[in-house]
């Protein structure tokens, strides 16, 4: 026999109507233990310490820690405001999800790696990813392209978070910015990069090109990835 399996959307609208302690106050203090210290941190003693709740109490809210997850990550993509339909400029309109998936797992660092590839069925993911759908709409009627040209913004987003939030945790284990581990690696960089003359293409980028800040490349490249849909889509 199958096991029975409950959502726990499906469970939290009976708790919400006879408990007095909200689930949103558990999943608020998750996640800010998660912003702190990582998911990691995420045992259900410390989120009951930080609802200031016994972790007794706290199992008649959720069973399980990927149960918590769950509400955390819906709770997260609530935070900001989308529009209420999408404008039909379906570049512009994929711009505005792509923006706002970027700045929401900014804001929440383990968020990245918890969007998984089964999604999240709470209100505030459906509700975005039906405005994702609808302005991925406005390039096809295909309902499997447009969900396809979807899925390849959210893996150029994903990838391009991925490397900032990288880049931060390099700054916070070394304890040294971007500018102080250049000035501690260029002696290396010298000898055998710019004097051996092996890589003039790599001395070439170090002495020729801008750096471009995180806003100015995940523009550029969510544009290539925008550009490239609309060649596919016209074909």
Sequence with gaps: MPQRFTLVWTRLAEQRRRQSLSVEQIVAAAIRLADAEGTQALTMRRVATEAGTGTTSL???????????????????????????????????????????????????????????????????????????????????????????????????????????????????????????RSAVSPYVREVIIDSGNYPQVARRIFEAEDLSHDQQFAFGLECVLAGIEKSVAR
């Design 59 to 181: 199992y008649r809210y959720v069973t399980n820690k990927d149960e918590l997850l769950e509400l955390m990550v819906d709770a997260v993509q609530g935070e900001d405001e989308w529009p209420a339909a999408p404008s039909g400029d379906w570049r512009a309109d994929l711009t505005v999800v792509a923006n706002g998936m970027r700045v929401t797992m900014l804001r929440h660092p383990w968020l990245a790696t918890e969007l998984r590839s089964r999604p999240t069925l709470g209100p505030n993911a459906l509700r975005q990813a039906d405005f994702a759908l609808a302005a991925a709409g406005g390039a096809t009627s295909d309902i499997t392209l447009a969900s396809a040209l979807l899925g390849a913004v959210a893996n150029y987003v994903h990838g391009a978070v991925l490397a900032e939030l990288s880049e931060r945790e390099d700054v916070r284990s070394t304890g040294m910015s971007q500018d102080e581990w």
